[in-house]
């Protein structure tokens, strides 16, 4: 291994410097930038200079197969450091064509500010295993993965994006500068961020959470309490009003983004549709946000001019659901949704479409009365006046996150319960024993449906896997199917009659 230094004459043995990097988060360090290089080389590594020529350069190519750019740079290197006397130019940093900026790649930087990224140590992709697909959304696959230097199961949301195009790599960079300027239990916190080998794939490292209120909400044969409402409801609340101060909404408040750790404790997650705003600016905003079943009626009727009501119009949506255990309007289409919206809330009245200046003026053809009575009858007389207001055409009388709080539907009896008296969701980690009899149990029963199988009895698989956009789907009612069939599926593979 050849070995270059700048300010000094010292070297570095081949197995100590590559026990340095292995400590070291595999190939990304915030110090002296080592960095693990593509090629047919196995060993293929290089140290660059930072701008100060205090780091140090390692090189090894240990089949001569290494990339032929990189391969020039490395022979500068080695011919300028060969006699201790290295060049106080500053050293392009590359990978693979990709110039890196203090660990972090160079369009990151050019996209992020500094004290964003300050805070955050540059990983490698590959210090993690990932082991398993936990979620999928218009812009990120989520994945289920091992920290290998510390053994922490965290999740690795990958955020698809196309590092040539500016305004792709910005809409990226906005969540994570958002997720930075929050800070609340209620509020998901960022942990970290990985690129990959070829620094062309941003992770977002966060804590792994064991749930969501989707899976809470649509639990076959169970139903929320009203205890168990209020504190899942106080939680969504405390956490939009601290987006909300600080001039963020989040455009996607549905029920699988509300994430639940161990513990019951709600966190607002996926801000990749978060914007920033600003009351006082007439600054325009995209009205294509939030998934249809949670979309106010503004942005279904193209409302470039809005503010905190379209998030607190979901979480009135998400109230009424807890209380009923499925969406309350699950449109197919935006004029189906406004159908259902105004059958609920009454026909907009004239001063309704003159106030609000809407591009669209979309008139049902028959007039509606409000329905809140016949929806909310069976409710808790106390939530009637918290859901009307989330729940009103008007976004102004929706008030804000801090005034819904202050609402009679948390003040009267019962009052919210703790987080231990909400429904437990996690399974096996802590439970290895019936993990262990949960696994023969399956092993038993697939070796059952193989003979089956090859005895003639023969099942077809019913079921089709739905891949649709997560910001027009709501994932409670697909895993309910599923759950449904998957049981029947395999009382069928075993020799149960499905009638039973």
Known sequence: ??????????????????????????????????????????????????????????????????????????????????????????????????????????????????????GLVPRSADSYDKLAKVGQGTYSNVYKARDKDTGKIVALKKVRFNTSEPESVKFMAREIMILQKLNHPNVISLEGLATSRMQYSLYLVFDLMQSDLTKVISRPGERLT??????????????????????????????????????????????????????????????????LWYRAPELLLGSTDYGVGIDLWSAGCLLAEMFVGRPIMPGRTEVEQLHRIFKLCGSPSEDYWKKMKLPASFRPPQQYKPGYLDAFGDFPYS????LTMLLALDPSYRGTAASALQSEFFSSSPLACDLSGLPVMYKGEDEPSKTKDRKKHRTSKTKQSYRKKHEGHEAKDHMTEQKKDDTDTSRGKSQNFSFILQEKLLKFLSGASLDK
């Open 1 to 118: 291994m050849g070995c270059v230094q700048g300010k000094s004459t010292s070297t570095y043995s081949s197995s100590r410097g590559l026990e340095k990097l292995k400590q070291e988060y595999r190939y990304a360090k915030r110090g002296n930038e080592v960095q693990k290089l593509p090629g047919k080389g196995s060993n293929a590594m290089l140290v660059r200079y930072e701008r100060d020529n205090k780091d140090v350069g390692m090189v090894n190519g240990a089949n001569g197969n290494g990339e032929k750019a990189v391969a020039r740079e490395v022979e500068t290197v080695m011919k300028n450091g060969a006699n201790g006397n290295v060049s106080k130019r500053n050293v392009p940093r590359k990978i693979g064509g990709d110039e890196l900026v203090s660990g972090w790649p160079k369009w990151l930087v050019d996209n992020i500010p500094g004290e964003v990224l300050s």
């Open 383 to 386: 939530s009637f006046g918290l």
């Open 226 to 291: 009203e205890p168990q409402i209020k504190c899942y409801m106080q939680q969504l609340l405390s956490g939009l009003q601290h987006c909300h101060e600080r001039g963020i909404l989040h455009r996607d408040i549905k029920g699988s983004n509300l994430l639940i750790d161990r513990d019951g404790v709600l966190k607002i997650a996926d801000f990749g549709l978060a914007n920033t705003f600003n009351p006082k600016s007439n600054r325009p905003l995209t009205s294509r946000v939030v998934t």
